[in-house]
Nanobody
Framework: QVQLVESGGGLVQAGGSLRLSCAAS????????MGWYRQVPGKQRELVAT???????NYADSLRGRCTISRDNAKNMVYLEMNSLNPADTAVYSC????????????WGQGTQVTVSS
């Protein structure tokens, strides 16, 4: 089993910054992709950013230039730095991992709430 635990969410004012962290633990044989998605009530979950084991990154157009994803392969952790936040960024941010435990699969954290006040 794979467990993903996010931290770093909270309330921030518009224009502010936030850093999210996610720790992966459990019986992990290999991690390919780690990343972040976000979701607001009534809408589909959407990509924020992903990073491969080799460091290749992919960002949602709405966040490109305002966030940076990074990863510590030795610690099985992924981070997301977000800047110039605005109320439209308010959402539950979930950590994502594609890797091999007892099987290859997609794994998700419980999510952490990010609220940006105007």
């Amino acid at each position: 089993q794979v467990q993903l635990v996010e931290s770093g969410g909270g309330l921030v004012q518009a224009g502010g910054s936030l850093r999210l962290s996610c720790a992966a633990s459990g019986r992990i044989l290999r991690i390919d992709i780690m990343g972040w998605y976000r979701q607001v009530p009534g809408k589909q979950r959407e990509l924020v950013a992903t990073i491969t084991s080799g460091g290749t990154t992919n960002y949602a157009d709405s966040l490109r230039g305002r966030c940076t994803i990074s990863r510590d392969n030795a610690k099985n952790m992924v981070y997301l730095e977000m800047n110039s936040l605005n109320p439209a960024d308010t959402a539950v941010y979930s950590c994502y991992l594609r890797g091999h435990s007892s099987r290859w699969g997609d794994y998700w954290g419980q999510g952490t709430q990010v609220t940006v006040s105007s």
